[in-house]
């Protein structure tokens, strides 16, 4: 989806070394996800936020941390990556209302860790 | 442990052979979302069920919702290559306040 942007798209690091991966929206929504794909293993939660003051984790969030900078910034760091946390990485966001909500994903970031 | 679980991981289908994929919940859902990913792409909405019992239909999809509201299913009837992909069900386990639980998707690949 167009509205949701993920910088950057492929990524190359070595062990040790701090990264940051980017998510912005134009949708005005609220609500911010942070995913984590891996070969059959679905989609699993990093960190997800509702409003900009609120950061929570998700089933995933060791070696990871979030900052969310505006309604429409959501950004993802690695403090000191490693190998097994090579995988494609989704922003996604959502509009909460009634009970449903829909997700919209970026792109997805590709992350290969040496 | 994972709330959402999703059956087969994986099918092969010859072209025009129907698919299904089921989604069950260990706790009652408020609704049911279906997303589609293209091999290299990312997870694109499909649909979304409330009602207990509901059945909706896209073209050669039908999606239902149980009488439950614990467990869904896709049907493609007669695949076709442009159905190649994963499908995930996901769900808001409670009616406010809960984020949106996703199963661990099936590969669907069609044999032309």
């Known amino acids: 989806d167009a509205d949701v942007t993920q910088t950057p798209r492929n990524r190359i690091t070595k062990t040790g070394k701090r990264i940051m991966l980017e998510c912005s929206q134009t949708?005005?929504?609220?609500?911010m996800y942070w995913y984590r794909q891996d070969p059959g293993l679905g989609l699993r939660l990093i960190y997800y936020?509702?409003?900009?003051?609120?950061?929570n984790k998700g089933e995933i969030s060791d070696g990871y941390s979030v900052s969310r900078q505006a309604q429409a910034k959501f950004s993802l760091s690695l403090e000191s990556a490693i190998p097994n946390q090579t995988a494609l990485y989704f922003c996604?966001?959502?509009?909460?209302?009634?009970?449903?909500?829909?997700?919209?994903f970026g792109p997805g970031t590709r992350l290969l860790v040496l | 442990g994972q709330q959402v679980m999703q059956i087969p991981q994986y099918q092969h289908v010859q072209e025009g052979e129907d698919f299904t994929t089921y989604c069950n919940s260990s706790?009652?859902?408020?609704?049911i979302q279906w997303y589609k990913q293209r091999p290299g792409g990312h997870p694109v909405f499909l649909i979304q069920?409330?009602?207990?019992?509901e059945v909706k239909k896209q073209k050669r999809l039908t999606f239902q919702f149980g009488e439950a509201k614990k467990n869904s299913s896709l049907h493609i009837t007669a695949t076709q290559t442009t159905d190649v992909g994963t499908y995930f069900c996901a769900g808001n386990l409670t009616p406010y306040g809960n984020k949106l639980v996703f199963g661990a998707g099936t590969i669907l690949r069609v044999k032309s």
């Open positions: 949708k005005g929504h609220d609500r």
């Open positions: 069920l409330v009602k207990s019992g």
């Open positions: 706790t009652t859902l408020s609704n």
């Open positions: 996604a966001t959502s509009d909460f209302y009634r009970g449903t909500e829909t997700q919209y």
């Open positions: 936020s509702f409003d900009v003051k609120d950061i």
